[in-house]
C-alpha cells in the first residue's frame, strides 16, 4: 500500500517509479467514482424525506452542502438513519470494487 499526498513532508520512504504505469497497484476510487457523494446523500432523501428532495438538491449546488444537509437531518430526526445507510452504503460500494479488481476480502 503506497499513499500519496501533495505534502512534501509526508513521506519517509520513496514512492516506486512504477507507481502510476504498473498493474501491481490500484488506485483507490474516490467516493465519487465509487457514487458516494451528492447522489448518494439525494438517495437517501427520496427515500426517507421526498417532500424534501427539492430542498437537498438545492444544497449540493452551493459550498456547505454537507452541513445543511446534516443540518436538515438533524432537524427532522433521521441523522443516525443518514449515519447507517450511509455507512452500508460505503461498505457495499467497497466491497464490489474489490470483487471487479480481484480483491479478496478477509474477515477479521
Known amino acids: 500500500i503506497w499513499w500519496t ?6 513521506f519517509d520512504e520513496e514512492i516506486p ?8 497497484y490500484l ?3 474516490h467516493r465519487n467514482e465509487l457514487d458516494l457523494g451528492s ?9 426517507t424525506l421526498p417532500a ?3 430542498q437537498v438538491e438545492g444544497f449540493f449546488r ?3 452542502a454537507y452541513a445543511r444537509f446534516k443540518e436538515l437531518l438533524e432537524r427532522e430526526g433521521v441523522l443516525e438513519r ?12 467497497l466491497r ?13
Request: net charge negative; aromatic share 10%; hydrophobic share 35%.
Open 5 to 10: 499526498s501533495d505534502s512534501s513532508d509526508a
Open 27 to 29: 488506485a483507490i476510487p
Open 62 to 64: 452551493r459550498r456547505g
Open 82 to 93: 443518514w449515519y447507517s445507510f450511509e455507512t452500508d452504503a460505503v461498505e457495499s460500494a
Open 39 to 47: 447522489r448518494l446523500a439525494l438517495r437517501f432523501v427520496a427515500q
Open 52 to 54: 424534501c428532495y427539492d
Open 17 to 24: 517509479d512504477d507507481l502510476e504505469t504498473s498493474d501491481r
Open 96 to 108: 464490489q470494487w474489490s470483487a471487479e479488481n480481484g480483491l479478496e476480502l478477509v474477515e477479521t
